[in-house]
Structure formats: structure tokens, C-alpha cells
């Protein structure tokens, strides 16, 4: 299974971008779909999260970021509104499945794009 992410790029304080990571090969079930960032010198966290039809978030995006998923074409989705200096990271996609209906899930993640917000 791979994950292909994009939609990152150069975006001025204030704008809006639109992430799409699309999720091919064998898989039987996806449990959850994530998006996760990580900036220069910190660690990696979780953004969002949709399993199923339930969301959550970090409290730094609620009300500006929002998750979806297009179960027929395996895509998650992460619109960014209200973009701030602080969302300037990179981005990864996470995928949380099963390859079978009798597996074990695993994760996979995906290369990462890089959303750079300018003042």
C-alpha cells in the first residue's frame, strides 16, 4: 500500500489551502486516515483524524481545518482555512488498514508536502 500526498506549497498568513493523499494498493478495510505535521525542530503531531464519520482535532486547527474522505476513491482530504505562520510544517498522511478481512491493521504513511505560510 502506498499513500501519495499533495496539495502543499506557499501560502500567504491568512490564505487557504487543500490537501489530498490518495491511498493505492491492497487493502480490504481502512479503520482511519490521518493527517499529522511536524515543523523544523519539533516533533511530529497528530492534526486530524477521521475514523469513519467521527473527527477530531488538535485544538490549534479547530474552526480552520477540516477532514474528509472519499471512501470509493480512497482519499483523505485536509482543507486549511485561516492559515497562520505556526501551521508552516510538513505534512504527512496516515493510513490505518487492513490488507484482509481476517489481518491485523497496520499504518502506512505517506511521503509528507510542505505548506509554508508567509507573513
Known amino acids: 500500500v502506498q499513500l501519495v500526498a499533495s496539495g502543499g506549497g506557499l501560502v500567504q498568513f491568512g490564505g487557504s489551502l487543500r490537501l489530498s493523499c490518495v491511498a493505492s494498493g491492497r487493502m480490504f478495510s481502512i479503520n482511519a486516515m490521518a493527517w499529522y505535521r511536524q515543523a523544523p525542530g519539533k516533533e511530529r503531531e497528530l492534526v486530524a483524524r477521521i475514523t469513519g464519520d467521527s473527527t477530531n482535532y488538535i485544538d490549534s486547527v479547530k474552526g480552520r481545518f477540516t477532514i474528509s474522505r472519499d471512501n470509493d476513491k480512497n482519499t483523505v482530504y485536509l482543507e486549511m482555512n485561516s492559515l497562520i505562520l505556526e501551521d508552516t510544517a510538513a505534512y504527512y498522511c496516515?493510513?490505518?488498514?487492513?490488507?484482509?478481512?481476517?489481518?491485523?491493521?497496520?499504518?502506512?504513511w505517506g511521503q509528507g508536502t510542505l505548506v509554508t505560510v508567509s507573513s
Open positions: 496516515n493510513v490505518n488498514y487492513r490488507r484482509t478481512s481476517y489481518g491485523s491493521y497496520r499504518e502506512v
